[in-house]
């Protein structure tokens, strides 16, 4: 009698820890994913240009936010759009940063020489984990206030009207 006893507690006491353990890790992974209304992390990088870009003081601009790799076959194809992007809306108060995640410098240093990216880049491998980037291309449009306002967790097509329409939204 004690030992059925003995085996419901522990049955119990199984199930308590698988779903306390199931929790902890979903809470872990939800809380680190930012999405759109949530405010951005708070960050500071100098781009290859030696510009520092910085959360949640920009200059007052719209801040495109591009994590990228140089292994990632549709981070170099959405390079020339946002490219032209860059160079169209910067006048407009807008601001382009391409960091890249890739941990050999010769890689990056390639992808930059070949697809010459008109915008700011930088190579840094711990800021994508703040935002829970893990897939790339992945992109945020963050507004002068610091906050998420869009988030792309596939390439994008810069000169696709509804992106330019968000954009003109946002200024």
């Given amino acids: ?7 419901r507690f522990l049955k119990a006491g199984i199930v308590v820890l698988a779903v306390a353990f199931a929790y902890t890790v ?5 809380e680190r994913i930012i999405g759109p209304g ?3 992390p708070s960050f500071q990088i100098t781009a290859d240009n030696g510009r520092t870009v910085s959360v949640p003081n920009f200059g007052g601009k719209l801040l495109v936010l591009n994590f990228w790799a140089s292994w990632c076959g549709p981070c170099a194809q959405e390079t020339p759009s946002l ?3 860059a160079h ?3 006048p407009r108060n807008v601001v382009v940063l391409g960091v890249s995640v890739d941990k050999n410098p010769k890689a990056y240093q390639a992808f930059l020489q070949r697809y010459r990216p ?5 190579r840094e491998s711990k800021l994508h984990a703040d935002f829970g980037t893990f897939m790339y291309p992945e992109t945020y449009f963050i507004d002068t206030n610091g906050k998420v306002v ?3 967790v596939e390439p994008v097509d810069f000169s696709d009207p509804k992106i330019t329409q968000l954009v003109d939204s946002l200024l």
């Avoid at 009698?1 to 085996?7: A, E, N, R, V, Y």
Wanted: no cysteine; charged share 15%; net charge negative.
């Fill in 38 to 40: 949530d405010a951005s």
């Fill in 1 to 7: 009698m004690q030992s059925i006893q003995t085996d």
């Fill in 83 to 85: 490219s032209r992007f």
């Fill in 88 to 90: 169209d809306y910067a």
């Fill in 150 to 152: 869009q988030k792309f």
């Fill in 26 to 30: 979903y809470a872990g992974i939800h």
């Fill in 118 to 122: 008109a915008f700011l880049t930088a």
